[in-house]
């Protein structure tokens, strides 16, 4: 079946642009996910989803992030006014159900390039 | 606070030789433990995870890793490398109650070399 999908997968854009970054999780699973990772680092946790619910935005580095998954399906991570550090990969994961033991399966990622 | 370290930025091995990347984790209560690979211009690709019960776990492509709770290591292991296998390889961790999400080690590049 079709695996998680994210678009674009790249994005160039010039400082102070707001951007909307799109993930399609995979059909019919609860939970979504976001991280940024930055070149030659791991990936690290934006927020979370179960179904529309955000339920931890923890990871969100300021008031210019903020995400959303009105149907508990398709999410949108938007970025406003855009920085240089805000250049990274963003990466999208699903899993079935919420649990800690459940897999997050990734997207392929968009790499966002501010300039 | 959770976290995980991963000692070696590099790792070279000859192909058909035993390989072990290693993953070290700080966690409060049970962890969870997965590994990902990442191949260039592709996404993390699941390999395999500890939750509970056996401390070998085996996963895709003949990769298998060892929990160890004492030395909390949850070491990447394969008996024989191939070329193929060259990727940066993630380990990650989960505590039962900090969370849904996912810590990740700051990755480990493995070189196969015919």
């Known amino acids: 079946g079709a695996g998680v999908s994210q678009s674009p997968r790249y994005k160039v854009t010039k400082r102070g642009q707001d951007v909307a970054l799109r993930c399609d999780p995979i059909?019919?699973?609860?939970?979504l996910y976001w991280y940024r990772q930055a070149l030659g680092q791991g990936p690290e946790f934006l927020t979370y989803?179960?179904?529309?619910?955000?339920?931890?935005k923890s990871g969100l580095p300021n008031d210019r992030f903020s995400a959303e998954r009105p149907e508990g399906s398709i999410s949108t991570l938007t970025i406003q006014r855009t920085e240089q550090r805000d250049s990274a990969m963003y990466r999208c994961?699903?899993?079935?159900?919420?649990?800690?033991?459940?897999?997050?399966?990734f997207g392929p990622g968009t790499r966002l390039t501010v300039l | 606070a959770q976290s995980v370290a991963q000692p070696e930025d590099q790792v070279n091995v000859a192909e058909g030789n035993p390989l072990t990347v290693k993953c070290t984790y700080s966690?409060?209560?049970?962890?969870?433990l997965f590994w990902y690979v990442q191949y260039p211009n592709r996404g993390l690709q699941f390999l395999l995870k500890?939750?509970?019960?056996?401390?070998l776990v085996k996963g895709s492509y003949g990769f298998e890793a060892e929990f160890n709770k004492s030395q909390t290591s949850f070491h990447l292991k394969k008996p024989s490398a191939l070329v193929s296998d060259s990727a940066l390889y993630f380990c990650?961790?989960?505590?039962?109650?900090?969370?849904?999400?996912?810590?990740f080690g700051g990755g480990t590049r493995l070189m196969v070399k015919p």
């Open positions: 989803f179960n179904y529309e619910a955000q339920q931890d």
């Open positions: 500890y939750i509970t019960g056996d401390n």
């Open positions: 966690v409060s209560g049970n962890p969870y």
């Open positions: 994961a699903s899993s079935s159900a919420g649990g800690a033991t459940d897999t997050q399966y």
């Open positions: 059909s019919g699973h609860v939970s």
């Open positions: 990650a961790v989960r505590g039962d109650n900090a969370g849904n999400m996912l810590t």
